[in-house]
């Protein structure tokens, strides 16, 4: 069964979790395992075809935010030193504004942190989420025989009926997603990061994988390169996405 979700970009990089999440009317395009192996295969970082490290000089692009507009910080030049917030529109109250080797610092240590901590293994066979829609089949096999046997009215069961059903689309929902665990980066710890050196066009893969963005400036503050101005979304490695 097919898997659907909403999610604005705005609410993903504000709150780092999806907004709804369920099972789709309409079968699955790709099984699990197919689409794992064919997004390891899509973000393997050795298959690319742009070797020219001159065309990649900010390892953050794209991943940096406005926490005032959520406008994308971009940097000023080849050459320039800092991200801005460059909103021509108008509409942000507080254009912020940051070091870029600061911040690059700052992500590289915190990727590190999180690559060392990732345990990335298949789900248990004793999933709490499989125990629990078994209880609710359970439940609801019990429930239609009170019916049947005439214990209970049938608004009484329709109304049961319906609640349980939808808890047991809950469940199969968070069955579903626990069993999707992102074990496809391609490198391990810290070790693994430090290993790609000045390999922005790899380092980039590992981002994609780990963060939905870079939130800047979310203390009020426009200017100063300080921990307290900045926020990493991390994405939730069960995240169906």
């Known amino acids: 069964m097919g898997m659907r979700g909403y999610q604005t970009r705005s609410t993903r990089r504000s709150t ?15 099984d699990v395992d197919t689409w794992e192996q064919i997004r390891a295969i899509l973000t393997d970082a050795s298959r690319r075809t742009n070797t ?5 000089r900010r390892m953050l692009a794209g991943f940096v935010y406005c926490a005032s507009c959520g406008h994308k910080l971009t940097g000023n030049g080849t050459n320039g030193t800092r991200l801005y917030c460059q909103r021509r529109d108008g509409r942000c109250p507080a254009k912020v504004r940051i070091g870029e080797a600061f911040l690059v610092g700052l992500v590289s240590r915190a990727v590190r942190g999180r690559l060392d901590e990732l345990v990335l293994q298949p789900v248990a066979m004793d999933d709490p989420a499989a125990a629990e829609l078994a209880t609710l089949e359970a439940r609801k096999s019990a429930l239609a025989d009170r019916w049947a046997s005439g214990k209970m009215d049938d608004d009484a069961y329709d109304d049961a009926h319906k609640a349980i059903v939808r808890q047991i689309r809950a469940a199969e929902a968070r069955m579903h997603t626990s069993a999707r665990r992102r074990a496809t980066l391609p490198v391990e710890g810290a070790v693994g990061w430090d290993g790609l050196g000045e390999d922005i066009a790899a380092k980039r893969v590992i981002l994609t994988q780990l963060i939905d963005g870079v939130i800047v400036g979310g203390n009020g503050t426009v200017e100063g390169d300080d921990v307290q101005r900045v926020r990493i979304v991390w994405r939730d490695l069960n995240d169906p996405r």
């Open 16 to 30: 780092g979790t999806i907004a709804v999440m369920g099972q789709a009317v309409w079968p699955a395009i790709l």
């Open 52 to 56: 020219n490290a001159q065309k990649l």
